[in-house]
């Protein structure tokens, strides 16, 4: 009977050794909260991203795709609102002085306590039942005060010309500041979306959980444009559409749900909010969110034609942005740069927007926790990520059973043909059973060895990962049958 991961420490220990995830700047003792893919999990993430990119573009008549920078001008954080609102509100331990998100703080509950997304204002916030996480003192901690997330950043190369940029805490805005480019080059007409997979990073007060959380991270992120009246029905159409790619892939039904946003948690800018949440191996409840899907109603494109508009405030301030505010929306808004003509329905409009936005690097550990299994076979025990094989990091091991007889250069040939079609590994090192074992923990499906009746009827062995099973393929079937099993 196969075992599911009980810890993390498990799966994290598997990672280092296996060479999917290090801790970066490891020789310096590490960085906190940021971490790099080694050779393995390079090809995981790939491949989660293109598994992404094909079910959200590639197979979609309307969808197209985009890759924005990460540094853009900073009215567009103004205009969003990232500027006066990106913000968590933090208290300090008054014993260990350890600063903590006052929305993470566990303990007792004391008057009622008003949360809103990154920013928004906290009221009646009674800390008086809450523990330190740090040191364990209950109820002694300062007034919360906002603490912003966006990295800042200077460009320019002399004082007079430099201004202030930030790293992208998102990569939505780069999408809606598109949206008029996209349009005019396109074609393209309302309902449709775009498609971004991008870095983002964010100052986070409280990182955790390995890749769960951390500064600098990777989204898959879509902005689907529909007109109004139309959006709750889109809304459902993604919310099924998002839940069934992750069952597709192989996550477990079991360990997936849907958690709808209350409405005092709901950002400023939704109509309605719903997470797709994971059961991990840590937390509070185990179930954390793993992707969302909101409904952003037509906030984010008015805003921008605001901001439009108020570019010369900007430099009259000096180009500071937080002195900068953003003109009057004028009564035709509608009517605006922003805006879209409807040929069919004859009216322009500001289309609403669904956006189901996931992370690479959460759904990168939603699908190693979901494949970790250990199991005893023969009386030893086996670690195997039993990943679908659209996201093995490696599709085929190819092995020559003993290095004499010809077998290694038979082996060697194979695996060159077969590398021209999927990621293929060859390993000839210590016995045949262990390399069997390195493999099913890297997570590759389908194992070949070429062996002594190798040069007699041109068969080899081929070996399944999760069942262990072995049958002999002919090698001129060898490609076409793992094409099929592979599904590539």
């Known amino acids: 009977m196969a075992e599911t991961l009980k810890s993390l ?29 080694g050779p393995l999990g ?3 993430k790939r491949n989660v991203k293109n598994a992404w990119w094909k079910s959200v573009v590639q197979m979609r008549d309307d969808m197209v795709g985009l890759d924005c920078s990460i540094l853009m001008h900073p009215m567009v954080w103004k205009s969003s609102g990232h500027v006066d609102k990106f913000a968590d509100l933090v208290a300090e331990c008054k014993k260990c002085n350890t600063r903590t998100r006052v929305d993470h703080l566990q303990g007792t509950e004391g008057a009622e306590t008003t949360h809103h997304s990154h920013g928004e204002e906290q009221e009646h916030t009674d800390l008086s039942g809450k523990v330190c996480p740090s040191c364990g003192t209950t109820g002694q901690f300062t007034n919360p005060m906002p603490f912003k997330l966006m990295f800042e950043t200077q460009m320019g190369a002399n004082v007079e010309d430099s201004m202030k940029v930030y790293l992208r805490p998102e990569t939505a805005q780069g999408i ?5 480019n996209v349009m005019d080059s396109t074609r393209i007409k309302v309902p449709f ?52 790619w992750y069952l597709d892939l192989g ?39 793993l992707e969302g899907i909101a409904n952003r109603t037509d906030y984010d494109l008015r805003q921008h034609q605001r901001g439009m508009r108020s570019v010369t405030k900007w430099f009259e301030s000096g180009r500071n942005t937080e002195k900068t505010s953003l003109v009057e929306e004028p009564e035709d808004w509608h009517k605006g740069p922003l805006s879209f003509f409807d040929d069919e329905a004859r009216e322009r409009y500001i289309p609403y927007v669904i956006e189901p936005s996931a992370g690479a690097d959460r759904g990168t550990l939603a699908f190693l926790v979901d494949a970790y299994a250990e199991e005893e076979v023969r009386g030893e025990k086996r670690n195997v990520l039993r990943f679908h094989p659209k996201l093995a990091p490696i599709k085929v091991g190819v092995f020559p059973l003993v290095k004499k007889e010809g077998m290694p250069e038979r082996a060697k040939a194979i695996y060159n043909d077969l590398r021209g079609y999927f990621s293929c590994f ?7 059973g262990r390399r069997y074992r390195r493999q099913d923990e890297a997570g590759t499906p389908y194992c070949v060895t070429v062996d002594g009746q190798t040069a007699e009827d041109n068969t080899v062995t081929l070996r399944d990962r999760d069942s262990m099973e072995q049958t002999r393929v002919s090698c001129d079937k060898l490609l076409g049958l793992l094409r099929e099993k592979l599904d590539m």
């Not at 220990?13 to 909260?33: E, M, N, P, T, V």
């Not at 809606?176 to 008029?180: E, Q, S, T, V």
């Not at 500064?215 to 139309?230: A, H, V």
């Open 251 to 289: 996550i477990r039904r079991e360990n997936l749900k849907f958690r709808p946003h209350a409405s005092d948690e709901l950002a400023h800018y939704a109509k309605a909010c719903v997470d797709i949440e994971y059961r991990f191996p840590f937390g509070q409840g185990d179930w954390q969110e």
């Open 42 to 44: 390079v090809e995981l």
């Open 176 to 180: 809606f500041a598109n949206f008029r």
């Open 426 to 432: 060859y390993d000839e090192k210590s016995a045949v």
């Open 9 to 37: 420490d498990e799966l994290v220990s598997l990672c280092k050794r296996r060479g999917f995830i290090f801790q970066s700047s490891d020789i310096y003792g590490g960085l906190a909260s940021c971490y790099d893919y």
């Open 193 to 244: 979306g775009i498609a971004q997979v991008g870095k983002s990073f964010r100052n986070e007060v409280t990182t955790k959980a390995f890749i769960f959380r951390t500064r600098e991270f990777e989204q898959m992120e879509i902005e689907f444009f529909c007109q109004p009246g139309t959006d709750e029905q889109w809304w459902e159409h993604w919310k099924e559409q998002r839940m069934q």
